[in-house]
Antibody, heavy 119, light 107 residues
């Protein structure tokens, strides 16, 4: 079965960086993309960007452009999200999800990773 | 940026029908998707490409599209359907956007 398992919670200071991993299994990694979405406490879903599982092509949301890097490791079928120059308003649950295929939407999701930015 | 509009909340009695709308200028040309999110859980895809239902999603969930508005309909609402629902679409450059979400309350 398709699974996306994310790394554990992180606490970071303002200005620091965080790297969240998303280990996938149960499907051919290079056939789909991975997208990242975050949700601040009590707020809605916010799309951050996506990365192709085959080519590594990325498309980032304008609001995090310049601070975000999405990568993949096809040998371990793992995707990564790195966010730099963290601010307090980056505190959120970060989700990875599978993108593409016949469905075309975000059909399988990770469990989420809580990132807290606090001095 | 491209915006999607949803009502903040919808209330419905058990067994009745809930309808949640999502409006956006590009919806006539782009597919819409709907996600259910229960408190403390990751979102779940309930409708894709405007009106298709993924395997495992109950038949009471359906989607439709008309012009710049798409609608998620939950027929015969059950207590377990109480959740936040988000529509999602894309612009022409594979940039994705979510609506602000609609809280469905089962009375």
């Amino acid at each position: 079965q398709v699974q996306l398992v994310q790394s554990g919670a992180e606490v970071k200071k303002p200005g620091a960086s965080v790297k969240v991993s998303c280990k996938t299994s149960g499907y051919t990694f290079t056939t789909y993309g991975i997208t990242w979405v975050r949700q601040a406490p009590g707020q809605g879903l916010e799309w951050l960007g996506w990365i192709s599982g085959s080519s590594g092509y990325t498309n980032y949301a304008q609001m995090v452009q310049g601070r975000v890097t999405m990568t993949t490791d096809t040998s371990t079928t793992t995707a990564y999200l790195e966010l730099k120059s963290l601010r307090s308003d980056d505190s959120a649950v970060y989700y990875c999800a599978r993108l593409g295929g016949v469905v075309g939407g975000f059909d399988y999701w990770g469990q989420g990773t809580l990132v807290t930015v606090s001095s | 940026s491209y915006d999607l509009t949803q009502p903040p909340s919808v209330s419905v009695s058990p067994g009745q029908t809930a309808r949640i709308t999502c409006s956006g200028d590009r919806l006539p040309k782009q597919n819409a998707y709907w996600y259910q999110q229960r408190p403390g859980q990751a979102p779940v895809l309930v409708i894709y490409k405007d009106s298709k239902r993924p395997s495992g999603i109950p038949e009471r969930f359906s989607g439709s599209s008309s012009g710049t508005t798409v609608t998620l309909t939950i027929s015969g609402v059950q207590a377990e359907d109480e959740a936040d629902y988000y529509c999602q679409s894309a612009d022409s450059s594979a940039t994705y956007v979510f609506g602000p979400g609609t809280k469905v309350t089962v009375l």
